[in-house]
């Protein structure tokens, strides 16, 4: 942006920012496991296993679906990186027969590892050899306990929510399946809300708060 | 710059929202000024780095590497405005670190850098009103406030029209109306929700958040209307938010009066008691670890409230043992910081086909309505406002949802539920328990670390306990279901609004600071930013600092032309 500071310009700087992204496509940051510590670095079935778990959450429809965008990676990498609490000692009260074989030694919970285990566990077998449809109803039974009233904590919480971050704040997630605009250039503060309006990726206050 | 002498008229510590305006206005008066910023210089629209990019351009998506943040950034994270977006914009905690008092706990959050907390800043702009100049005399808590509203009024009105706070006018004594660029629109809900509240309570007002976003251009200062991107924090290339880059600092420079220094951490003043005058500034060039120092005729102390106060306390000398400026021996005392939390949340039915476009850059206020004419609050004697505003909700509702599959994502495309959040901000009490001092611990460059003790008492507890009942009351009165309401205050420090330390007040023996900032100790010493404070209202401060800033640049240099100082 060193350009945009001489002779400035307000159009010219945000036309001209637009129109290169338009020209070279606006560059991704690659998800990068090969940095991972070696007890972080996932199996090559974690990784399609995550892979398919997030897209059978967000498909593909009309638009790109989770495993379309890479979504499944950056569970992992966010996991590696303790996002959503992730990497923080488990409550005491939180931990049960089933979680305990999972914990590190500072108490915090190989999610991984448990979906790994919990979904092969429900499949009696290899989760990832059964039809789609199958693994789906699979995973809607074990989405279906965790987020049933007063259930108690379970670990896909955590990891459902990275699969929707990985998947809105992707290009596709944030720009086709929402609508992304990074300069609004007004305030309109009364429209009219039709069924084929979709939300915005880039209302920060509704994605803090709502 | 070791041998200056003659050099510069005033020196300002410190280059954030005071800083950077006490620096214009001793540069326009004439003053040669030295600026001396601790942190990394940012230059306005170049620096920048984060300001146009996308979620799917940064590597953690703008959550950020929470590794990297307990690591280096435990404090900071725990600030909701911390972001991948603005985590250069925060302090490294683990270069920068200061001690909480045994069983106290106290979130710092900090900005160190050429425009300090001025990049970082919520930009709401309340002026205070006579409940507040009056509130320790009125309660008989604190030191009397040697000053008044009407005495400040001008200072506000010139404050307000180089800064550019839009809002809108409501003539309430609680919250005195300002120069005002047009105000942004409240959205539908909460248009409603102020019609209800009045219909109920004729003496509250839910009005729009007063901030400084320009409604306007103001091709004068190079300074674009706000785009209402609501990414502020990221810095704006626009200038259409009040920052020293994008407004004081160009005005100082034009004079061609200002020299600035960055990386550079004052730690000491030195004094001389045969003329009670500070006679230098001493630094560390915190990327050479050389010590240097400085001389001018007047100094401006705007490190930012706790660290100004450090830097006092850092400069004991024979003369004065505990500190400059101390011989009160208040100096480090009634620190304070808003009790605040979310009073409430509710889900607002009836606006399912109403919508918004465009991300206002402010939310709402609900100013003060107990404790004025009459002390009618429940043991408490000071005053409570809300801030917040109505919203939908995005993608990130799914993250509570049940469900999976097309029919799940398709939902969440969908614009969501309308709710509404009101959080509180209570007075805090002066208290002379809460205090800052120094640390036998040092920080990475040697310099003693500060000590923070603060807590919240039986006021604010209650003050918050009122807040959370009324906020419901009105919240469910204007037809909305509560859903979530808390009365316990965050930490100290959350409100990002700590203040005090060198409070102003009449007598010598019991404040810091005169009615002017000056020392009582030192005559050429000026205190600006929020160490001076002597309440805290429970209103967003800065505005009052700046008000403060520039009342006080305009005493001193009439004090220097008079030959007085
Ligand atoms: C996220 C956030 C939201 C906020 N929202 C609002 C709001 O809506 N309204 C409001 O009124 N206030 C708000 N505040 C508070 C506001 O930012 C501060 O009140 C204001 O910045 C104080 O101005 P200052 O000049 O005293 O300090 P700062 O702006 O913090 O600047 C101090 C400067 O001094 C430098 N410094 C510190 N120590 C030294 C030293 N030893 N030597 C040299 N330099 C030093 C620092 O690096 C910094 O640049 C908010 C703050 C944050 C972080
Ligand atoms: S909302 Fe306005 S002030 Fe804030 S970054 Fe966007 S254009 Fe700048």
Known sequence: ?210 | MTDNEGQFDAIVVGSGITGGFAAKELTEAGLKVLMIERGRKIEHQIDYETETKAPWEMEFRGEGDTALYERDYAVQMLNRHFTEFTQNHFVNDAEQPYQKAPGKDFDWFRSYQLGGRSLTWGRQCYRWSDYDFGANKRDGVGTDWPIRYAELAPWYDRVEEFVGVSGAREGLAQLPDGHFLPPMELNVVEQAVRERIRAKYPERVLTIGRTANLTEARPEQGRAHCQYRSICARGCSYGAYFSTQSASLPAAQKTGRLTVVTDAQVHRLSYDPATRRVTAVHWIDTRTGEHKRAHSRIVFLNAGSFNSVHVLLNSRSEAMPNGLANSSGVLGTHIMDHASTLAAKAIMPGFEDRTTFGNRPTGVVIPRFKNMETLDGDGFTRGYSYQGGAMQSTWTQGKRMGGIGAEYKDKLHQVGPWSMVLVAFADSMPRAANRLTLSKKLDPRGVPQLEIAFEHGAEEHAALADAKKEAAAMLTHAGGKVIMGFDRPNHGGTAIHEMGGARMGWDPQTSVLNRWNQAHDAANLFVTDGAQMSSSACQNPSLTYLALTARACDAAVSMLKEGRI
């Open chain 1, 1 to 210: 942006m060193s350009a945009a500071g001489q002779g400035w310009n307000r159009r010219e700087f945000v036309g001209a920012a637009s129109l290169l992204a338009l020209a070279l496509g606006v560059p991704a940051a690659a998800i990068r496991l090969t940095d991972l510590d070696a007890q972080d670095a996932p199996t090559e079935r974690q990784r399609s296993l995550m892979t398919r778990v997030a897209d059978l959450v967000i498909p593909r429809t009309d638009t790109p679906g989770a495993a379309d965008v890479g979504a499944g990676d950056f569970v992992i990498l966010a996991l590696a990186h303790g996002l959503s609490e992730t990497r923080a000692p488990m409550a005491a009260a939180n931990v049960t027969a089933a979680l305990a074989p999972f914990r590190r030694r500072n108490g915090s919970l190989r999610y991984l590892a448990w979906l790994e285990n919990a979904l092969d566990r429900s499949a009696s077998g290899d989760f990832l050899r059964h039809p789609r449809e199958r693994q789906a109803e699979i995973l809607a039974a074990l989405d279906e306990a965790a987020f049933a009233k007063e259930a108690p904590f379970s670990p896909w919480n955590a990891i459902k929510g990275l699969i929707l971050t990985g998947y809105y704040t992707s290009e596709a997630g944030g720009s086709q399946e929402l609508r992304y605009e990074l300069v609004p250039g007004k305030w309109e503060w009364n429209i009219p809300l039709t069924p084929e309006m979709r939300a915005f990726s880039s209302d920060w206050t509704a994605v803090d708060f709502g």
